[in-house]
């Protein structure tokens, strides 16, 4: 695997994954980090998201919620590597709820 686990963040505009979906925080700006818990539904949008020139992709970062968050970061770096973005970094978060 080409990607690798990122431990820096990147200063930017912060989408929020939760049980709501993906969230913009800054409506006028295209760049984004998103976090996310990417089971299929997630997935689906990062990928759709990685796709859409209007957008610039910053990072993502992984939390616990539709799988653990070793595996949400597995796939969040399985889906930098498909989506030919390696470059983009992944950083995970906590391995259980915060609540």
């Keep these: 695997m080409d990607c690798e686990l990122k431990k820096d963040c990147h200063d930017g505009i912060v989408v929020n994954g939760g049980s709501d979906g993906l969230l913009l ?13 990417p089971g299929i539904d ?9 796709q859409n020139p209007e957008y610039e992709i910053l990072g993502l970062t992984t939390i616990f919620g539709n ?3 070793e595996d949400a970061t597995r796939n969040a770096l399985l889906l930098c590597e498909i989506a ?9 978060g906590s391995p259980e709820p915060l609540t």
């Design 25 to 37: 925080s800054h409506a006028n700006s295209n760049k984004l980090i998103i976090d996310t818990d």
């Design 42 to 50: 997630d997935s689906m949008a990062i990928f759709m998201a990685f």
């Design 67 to 69: 799988v653990q968050t």
């Design 84 to 92: 030919g973005r390696p470059d983009v970094p992944v950083a995970q």
